[in-house]
């Protein structure tokens, strides 16, 4: 990892409301840390800090600090973590660790994926991207800004795990050697019919019963209409016989 340069000034603000001030004056309040060194407060340029970040593939930065007035003239140093305004996303604190350029120095940076899976390419199916940063401890020259993992081999059912990744020269990469990093799955199946659907369904076998018994309770008033008129027609004869007698 490249460092880069930064200017940096002491800082005295330390409450909220000389903090805010400092931030309304385009300045961003930070802190040093260091294991052969107290905590120091700084504050560095918004504008330098925001373009410095927005350059960097990641919020792993690696900078050549030097602090106006300062003793050491420069510093090496590694930006440890940036807080952002939750709306706006301006940078609002930055803490930095200062590291030596002879002691290795463990991190976390962002796992990135090249290539087109063979498995989704060809089969359809679905790349699962499991862990999204990994820890690496290297020494602060060495360090990488991304890890990238080429899936292009990847087929239906197969992973890479933590151990199957080749780390950069003079890098290693921790963690459990079984985890899974990324994954194809295989496609997923269409959808059953939705509840929606069922009811409808359900709604239509009811319509059809109730259509069945209607009709068959019409069909029965037919037969005992038809019964009644056998009867009338089976006593027509014998009225006809007794009138001859008389």
Do not use: C, W
Request: proline share 5%; aromatic share 2%; hydrophobic share 40%.
């Amino acid at each position: 990892m490249k460092s880069v340069a930064l200017k940096a000034y002491p800082r005295t603000q330390v409450q909220r409301a000389e903090v805010t001030k400092l931030r309304a004056a385009g300045r961003v309040p930070a802190t040093i840390y260091g294991r052969q060194a107290q905590p120091q407060n700084l504050e560095v340029d918004y504008i330098e800090i925001s373009n410095l970040l927005h350059h960097s593939v990641s919020e792993n930065v690696l900078v050549d600090l030097s602090v106006i007035n300062d003793a050491r003239t420069k510093r090496l140093a590694l930006v440890q973590d940036v807080q952002h305004h939750p709306l706006s996303g301006k940078v609002l604190h930055l803490d930095l660790h200062e590291v030596a350029e002879t002691e290795s120095v463990t991190i976390s940076v962002p796992v990135e994926t090249t290539g087109e899976a063979s498995g989704v390419k060809n089969a359809g199916g679905v790349l699962e991207h499991i862990l999204f940063k990994l820890k690496v401890r290297a020494l602060p020259k060495d360090l990488p800004e991304q890890i990238v993992v080429d899936v292009t081999a990847l087929e239906i059912g197969k992973s890479i795990h933590i151990g199957d990744i080749v780390p950069p020269a003079g890098v290693e990469i921790l963690g459990e050697k079984t985890r899974t990093v990324v994954a194809v799955a295989a496609p997923r199946a269409e959808e059953e019919a939705t509840p929606a659907d069922g009811a409808k369904g359900a709604a239509d076998v009811e319509m059809t019963k109730e259509k069945k018994e209607e009709g068959a309770e019409g069909a029965a008033p037919a037969k005992a209409d038809a019964k009644a008129g056998d009867k009338k027609g089976d006593a027509k004869p014998e009225a006809k016989a007794e009138a001859k007698k008389k």
